[in-house]
Structure formats: structure tokens, C-alpha cells
């Protein structure tokens, strides 16, 4: 089951998704949801990056190089 959710944007961007859309075929929906899941995506990756960075400069690990150092061990 679908909800419908409404999103307030800007003219130029509504025209802009709108344009894209018909050039390739999709629907402005396909479009959001993929956008949409590409944002919450990448912000899960950028928190795994922030978490893991802080845990390696606890460890003193400032670089790759420091980090494939600590691998071999």
C-alpha cells in the first residue's frame, strides 16, 4: 500500500523534475522516491563515516597509511 505525501518546492525545481521526467521516460514519484532514497543513503554513510573516523582517532589512526600499519599487525 502507497501513501501520498506532499511536498511543498519551488517553481524552477517542479519545472526542472518535471522536464527530466519526460525526457526519460519517468514519473515525477519515481523521480522523489529515488532521490528520496539516495538522501537517506548517503546520510547513513556519512554517519557510519563520522562514527568510524572518531573510533580511528581514538586509536591514533590519522591516515590510510596508519591505518593499513595497524591492519597488518
Known amino acids: 500500500m502507497r501513501n501520498v505525501t506532499s511536498v ?8 526542472a523534475v518535471g522536464r527530466f521526467g ?3 521516460g519517468v514519473s ?5 522516491r ?3 532514497r539516495d538522501y537517506l543513503y548517503w546520510q547513513e554513510l556519512e554517519e ?5 573516523t572518531a573510533h580511528v ?3 591514533g589512526i590519522a591516515s590510510e597509511l596508519d591505518l593499513v600499519r ?3 599487525k
Open 57 to 59: 582517532q581514538k586509536r
Open 28 to 32: 515525477v514519484s519515481e523521480i522523489a
Open 8 to 15: 511543498s518546492l519551488p517553481p524552477d525545481l517542479v519545472k
Open 22 to 24: 519526460r525526457q526519460k
Open 70 to 72: 595497524t591492519l597488518d
Open 48 to 52: 557510519a563515516r563520522r562514527h568510524f
Open 34 to 36: 529515488d532521490a528520496l
